[in-house]
T-cell receptor, first 114, second 115 residues
């Protein structure tokens, strides 16, 4: 079946511009995560959606970052007034509820801020 | 808060065993995971272990958990060049006060397999 998809795969933007990254989770997965992975570093948790509950936004690094998800469908991560330090790969993952809580990852969006 | 640490790099010869280590701080961890990330790709779950287990074996993979020392290891037997990747350890904590079950990832260990 279809996995987690993300778009665009690559995005180059100028400093100060806004960007919107999209994640299509696996159908039926109630939970969705966004992570940031800087070059040569581990995953940095950004935000977590679980069904219709209020999201856990504790990982968002600044108020320039926001994310939305309607129900159990597509999610968008928006970065306003991008800075060079925002350059990273942004990974999305989804999972079902219960069980081992395995997360299924998308291929990521590589964001480069020039 | 939760912290998961790994060494950054490991180099082994093809055919040898690889052992990747991880330490974590959250004693309430329920599940511990090993993910593999190949170049240019997202993470893929390799295996996981529930916190009441000491060991789990899955073909060439052996996971050992020392809950007292909060130490997790992944052993890959007969390491192949296709095993070259970054390996991430992750732990899932018990629900926090907000009811969320956050998964914390380590920084990843880059495994280089020399032919």
């Amino acid at each position: 079946g279809a996995g987690v998809s993300q778009s665009p795969s690559n995005k180059v933007t100028e400093k100060g511009k806004d960007v919107e990254l999209r994640c299509d989770p696996i159908s039926g997965h109630t939970a969705l995560y966004w992570y940031r992975q800087r070059l040569g570093q581990g995953l940095e948790f950004l935000i977590y959606f679980q069904g219709n509950s209020a999201p856990d936004k504790s990982g968002l690094p600044s108020d320039r970052f926001s994310a939305e998800r309607t129900g159990e469908s597509v999610s968008t991560l928006t970065i306003q007034r991008t800075q060079q330090e925002d350059s990273a790969v942004y990974l999305c993952a989804s999972r079902t509820s219960g069980g081992s809580y395995e997360q299924y990852f998308g291929p990521g969006t590589r964001l480069t801020v020039t | 808060g939760e912290d998961v640490e790994q060494s950054l790099f490991l180099s082994v010869r093809e055919g040898d065993s690889s052992v990747i280590n991880c330490t974590y701080t959250d004693s309430s961890s329920t599940y511990l995971y090993w993910y593999k990330q190949e170049p240019g790709a997202g993470l893929q779950l390799l295996t996981y272990i529930f916190s009441n287990m000491d060991m789990k074996q899955d073909q060439r993979l052996t996971v050992l958990l020392n809950k007292k020392d909060k130490h997790l290891s992944l052993r890959i037997a007969d390491t192949q060049t296709g095993d070259s990747a970054i390996y991430f350890c992750a732990e899932r904590a018990a629900k926090n006060s907000g009811g969320y079950q956050k998964v914390t990832f380590g920084t990843g260990t880059k495994l280089q397999v020399i032919p």
